[in-house]
């Protein structure tokens, strides 16, 4: 019986570990993408934003916001609480 | 020496120490003392964990030479620190619920003794005792001095009674208040820096007559500073990029981040960490790395990069403003120091004294030999700080690659892989932790990349190879089936 509910928890811990990893792969490409997609142009042929070249301010600025909104998401939305002492899991 | 600066600051410094003080008074409870002295009881709440992370993982480094790079090097090195933000998320995902229902289970409370229990071995145990205690002992020592530095050249004190007020305010809430204490101001500095390079962007954004004139400024110094590649061109992305490993990824196997990993106190209180942890580190790492390029058409010719911080907030701010902004590198260093103490100090008396010299000593003797050990090491500590030997200054250098090398698998393979076994683990440790010295110290950017990738991935190897070729007898804890 103890065991069921051990497995279910860690599927739970295991999904939201592979989550994790696709997280941080996206954060990976589009910094990388922004950065070196726009940044690799002569200086004087940057575009500007808010005063930043736009390579700037796509990969480290919108990046770190948008990181900011995924994660609050898959938080909000994807993640489950239960317990983690396993007495008290097997009386819920 | 500018009073009013120096006046707030140690006024800050003070408010921290005595929230510590308060905390430590109320900290007797019905778990074990260790449990408690250690942890903290596992009873962090999401925001304090949150804080407790970003804090201990935001150290000298970041504060005070990352923003001297970037001074130097120009947008380049902040695209390479908004990395950082990943650690926010990516390491309490990772290590994530299941590392803690086991690490509840086997009643670990350092990542040694989670470890221990999981590998069954006492070759796991005294290998990784052994390297944490030497290398974070150097992290530590490095530490020390930075603050030193950064309160003599606010105050214009000596270095030496700079690094005694330091000394003793850190040692007193530590070996006193033990983890609790720790976490707690840590969240108190947390919040100092969040607010603290807020201020200090603004104020320097508007004193160099804003962004665009800036980057003006910046571009007609040299146009280099505002691309991706560095000032001389030469941040390749392959070796940018190769930097996700080492202050990204990686850093879900450095001992300080792993225990904070097993000190919470429910799933609501991990969600609410992830959140808020992520804002922190983003923030925090943007806007430092942001103002250590900015300061430059400020200030153009600050010849030490280390104190373009200190140096450009006494310029921009006024004084008494600038000491409370210049609290936060300090709250910085701090709560690294008070972290790593600890850690070093439950190294010894948990993972080497209470498992092979005295298995049963009383709880007492145990609340006496934690308090004296966290005070003995922070008092050597400071011995070295006072003239510090090269060996210390060259250690630390490996110090966070060597550990992620060492522990990242026998850490993650530990909790995802159930057929990895001991002989895995020691391999994985000796394997990565040799060849990152030995990458660093002859060959330091193998296929152009930082040398922790290239050891990470021996190190797999070692531990998978290992695990297969020797099998194991003892059957793999139940937990993890």
Same mark, same amino acid.
């Given at each position: 019986?103890?065991?069921?509910? #051990?497995?279910?928890?860690?599927?739970?811990?295991?999904?939201?570990?592979?989550?994790?990893?696709?997280?941080?792969?996206?954060?990976?490409?589009?910094?990388?993408?922004?950065?070196?997609? #726009?940044?690799?142009?002569?200086?004087?042929?940057?575009?500007?934003?808010?005063?930043?070249?736009?390579?700037?301010?796509?990969?480290?600025?919108?990046?770190?916001?948008?990181?900011?909104? #995924?994660?609050?998401?898959?938080?909000?939305?994807?993640?489950?609480?239960?317990? #983690?002492?396993?007495?008290?899991?097997?009386?819920? | 020496?500018?009073?009013?600066?120096?006046?707030?600051?140690?006024?800050?410094?003070?408010?921290?120490?005595?929230?510590?003080?308060?905390?430590?008074?109320?900290?007797?409870?019905?778990?074990?003392?260790?449990?408690?002295?250690?942890?903290?009881?596992?009873?962090?709440?999401?925001?304090?964990?949150?804080?407790?992370?970003?804090?201990?993982?935001?150290?000298?480094?970041?504060?005070?030479?990352?923003?001297?790079?970037?001074?130097?090097?120009?947008?380049?090195?902040?695209?390479?620190?908004?990395?950082?933000?990943?650690?926010?998320?990516?390491?309490?995902?990772?290590?994530?619920?299941?590392?803690?229902?086991?690490?509840?289970?086997?009643?670990?409370?350092?990542?040694?003794?989670?470890?221990?229990?999981?590998?069954?071995?006492?070759?796991?145990?005294?290998?990784?005792?052994?390297?944490?205690?030497?290398?974070?002992?150097?992290?530590?020592?490095?530490?020390?001095?930075?603050?030193?530095?950064?309160?003599?050249?606010?105050?214009?004190?000596?270095?030496?009674?700079?690094?005694?007020?330091?000394?003793?305010?850190?040692?007193?809430?530590?070996?006193?208040?033990?983890?609790?204490?720790?976490?707690?101001?840590?969240?108190?500095?947390?919040? *100092?820096?969040?607010?603290?390079? *807020?201020?200090?962007?603004?104020?320097?954004?508007?004193?160099?007559?804003?962004?665009?004139?800036?980057?003006?400024?910046?571009?007609?110094?040299?146009?280099?500073?505002?691309?991706?590649?560095?000032?001389?061109?030469?941040?390749?992305?392959?070796?940018?990029?190769?930097?996700?490993?080492?202050?990204?990824?990686?850093?879900?196997?450095?001992?300080?981040?792993?225990?904070?990993?097993?000190?919470?106190?429910?799933?609501?209180?991990?969600?609410?960490?992830?959140?808020?942890?992520?804002?922190?580190?983003?923030?925090?790492?943007?806007?430092?790395?942001?103002?250590?390029?900015?300061?430059?058409?400020?200030?153009?010719?600050?010849?030490?990069?280390?104190?373009?911080?200190?140096?450009?907030?006494?310029?921009?701010?006024?004084?008494?403003?600038?000491?409370?902004?210049?609290?936060?590198?300090?709250?910085?260093?701090?709560?690294?120091?008070?972290?790593?103490?600890?850690?070093?100090?439950?190294?010894?008396?948990?993972?080497?004294?209470?498992?092979?010299?005295?298995?049963?000593?009383?709880?007492?003797?145990?609340?006496?030999?934690?308090?004296?050990?966290?005070?003995?090491?922070?008092?050597?500590?400071?011995?070295?700080?006072?003239?510090?030997?090269?060996?210390?200054?060259?250690?630390?250098?490996?110090?966070?690659?060597?550990?992620?090398?060492?522990?990242?698998?026998?850490?993650?393979?530990?909790?995802?892989?159930?057929?990895?076994?001991?002989?895995?683990?020691?391999?994985?440790?000796?394997?990565?932790?040799?060849?990152?010295?030995?990458?660093?110290?002859?060959?330091?950017?193998?296929?152009?990349?930082?040398?922790?990738?290239?050891?990470?991935?021996?190190?797999?190897?070692?531990?998978?190879?290992?695990?297969?070729?020797?099998?194991?007898?003892?059957?793999?804890?139940?937990?993890?089936?």
């Amino acid at each position: 019986m103890m065991k069921h509910h #051990l497995d279910k928890r860690f599927k739970m811990a295991n999904r939201e570990a592979i989550i994790g990893i696709c997280l941080v792969l996206f954060n990976f490409i589009w910094w990388f993408t922004f950065a070196y997609g #726009l940044g690799s142009k002569e200086p004087d042929q940057y575009t500007f934003i808010l005063g930043f070249p736009a390579w700037f301010f796509y990969s480290c600025i919108v990046g770190v916001i948008l990181m900011i909104v #995924l994660v609050s998401i898959v938080v909000r939305f994807f993640f489950k609480d239960f317990s #983690l002492d396993d007495k008290e899991y097997d009386q819920l | 020496m500018n009073l009013a600066a120096t006046i707030t600051l140690f006024g800050a410094l003070a408010l921290i120490f005595l929230a510590g003080l308060l905390v430590s008074r109320r900290n007797q409870s019905n778990t074990s003392f260790m449990e408690d002295y250690y942890l903290g009881g596992r009873r962090l709440g999401g925001f304090v964990l949150a804080m407790t992370m970003s804090a201990t993982y935001g150290s000298a480094s970041s504060f005070i030479g990352g923003p001297g790079v970037a001074y130097n090097e120009g947008l380049g090195w902040v695209l390479l620190s908004v990395i950082q933000v990943a650690t926010g998320y990516f390491t309490l995902m990772i290590l994530g619920k299941r590392f803690a229902i086991t690490a509840k289970k086997y009643k670990a409370i350092t990542m040694v003794d989670f470890l221990k229990h999981r590998y069954q071995s006492k070759w796991v145990v005294l290998l990784s005792s052994f390297s944490i205690v030497i290398f974070l002992f150097s992290t530590m020592a490095a530490q020390w001095i930075g603050a030193g530095r950064l309160i003599e050249s606010i105050t214009g004190l000596s270095y030496h009674s700079a690094l005694l007020i330091f000394v003793v305010t850190v040692l007193i809430y530590v070996t006193v208040g033990g983890f609790r204490a720790v976490t707690l101001t840590d969240s108190i500095q947390g919040s *100092i820096m969040v607010v603290g390079t *807020i201020i200090l962007l603004i104020a320097i954004i508007i004193s160099g007559g804003g962004i665009s004139a800036i980057m003006n400024d910046l571009q007609a110094e040299n146009p280099n500073l505002i691309t991706p590649y560095g000032a001389d061109g030469t941040l390749s992305p392959m070796y940018v990029s190769s930097f996700w490993i080492l202050v990204g990824v990686g850093v879900v196997a450095l001992p300080q981040i792993v225990v904070r990993a097993m000190s919470y106190q429910n799933t609501s209180a991990f969600h609410r960490a992830l959140i808020i942890g992520t804002i922190v580190v983003g923030v925090i790492m943007l806007n430092m790395h942001l103002i250590g390029v900015f300061a430059r058409p400020i200030l153009p010719d600050i010849e030490v990069a280390d104190t373009v911080i200190p140096l450009v907030a006494l310029e921009v701010l006024p004084g008494w403003l600038a000491g409370i902004v210049l609290a936060a590198p300090l709250a910085a260093i701090m709560s690294t120091v008070d972290s790593l103490l600890l850690l070093v100090s439950s190294t010894i008396v948990k993972d080497i004294y209470s498992n092979y010299i005295q298995p049963k000593a009383p709880v007492k003797r145990i609340r006496k030999i934690s308090m004296t050990v966290t005070a003995v090491l922070g008092l050597i500590v400071y011995l070295i700080a006072i003239h510090p030997p090269d060996l210390i200054i060259w250690l630390n250098l490996y110090t966070i690659g060597g550990l992620e090398a060492a522990f990242i698998w026998p850490v993650v393979m530990g909790i995802y892989w159930k057929k990895g076994n001991k002989y895995g683990a020691i391999a994985a440790i000796i394997t990565g932790m040799i060849s990152y010295i030995a990458f660093q110290a002859f060959y330091p950017q193998p296929f152009g990349m930082h040398s922790v990738v290239s050891s990470i991935v021996l190190s797999l190897i070692a531990y998978v190879l290992a695990t297969y070729s020797v099998k194991d007898k003892q059957t793999v804890s139940d937990s993890l089936t």
